[in-house]
C-alpha cells in the first residue's frame, strides 16, 4: 500500500481559500487514483474530490463543484485540493485515499488513506 500524508488544513474565514496538500511515498503514485473526503463531527465520511492516474479525468461533489479543484503531480508524488470560496459547512476532517484503478466516491473502495487534516470555516 501506498503511505499517505496531509497537509494544508487550518481554520480560515467564510469566503476564503486554502489548499490542501497529499504527499506519498512507498509505491508508484502514478498508479494509483486518488480521492479527497471529509468528515464532520457526527457525520459519515462524505466524498469530496477524485483525479484519474493520469490527472486527465476529475470528479467532484455537486456541493464542491465549483469552488474545489483536485490536482496531481505525479512527479513530486502529490495531490492538492484547492479550496475557494470557503463556507461554514465545509468545516470538517479532510482525508486523502488512493486505490489502483479507476477514482470513485466511495470510501471502502480505497486501500490506502492519509491521517486527515483538519478544515475549520468560521462565519
Known amino acids: 500500500q501506498v503511505q499517505l500524508v496531509e497537509s494544508g488544513g487550518g481554520l480560515v474565514q467564510a469566503g476564503g481559500s486554502l489548499r490542501l496538500s497529499c504527499g506519498a511515498s512507498g509505491r508508484t503514485f502514478s498508479n494509483y487514483a486518488m480521492g479527497w473526503f471529509r468528515q464532520a463531527p457526527g457525520k459519515e465520511r462524505e466524498f469530496v474530490a477524485a483525479?484519474?492516474?493520469?490527472?486527465?479525468?476529475?470528479g467532484y461533489a455537486d456541493s464542491v463543484k465549483g469552488r474545489f479543484t483536485v490536482s496531481r503531480d505525479n512527479a513530486k508524488d502529490t495531490v492538492y485540493l484547492q479550496m475557494n470560496t470557503l463556507k461554514p459547512e465545509d468545516t470538517a476532517v479532510y482525508y486523502c485515499?488512493?486505490?489502483?484503478?479507476?477514482?470513485?466516491?466511495?470510501?471502502?473502495?480505497?486501500?490506502?488513506w492519509g491521517q486527515g487534516t483538519q478544515v475549520t470555516v468560521s462565519s
Open positions: 485515499a488512493a486505490r489502483i484503478g479507476y477514482y470513485t466516491g466511495t470510501p471502502n473502495e480505497y486501500d490506502s
Open positions: 483525479i484519474s492516474w493520469s490527472g486527465g479525468t476529475t
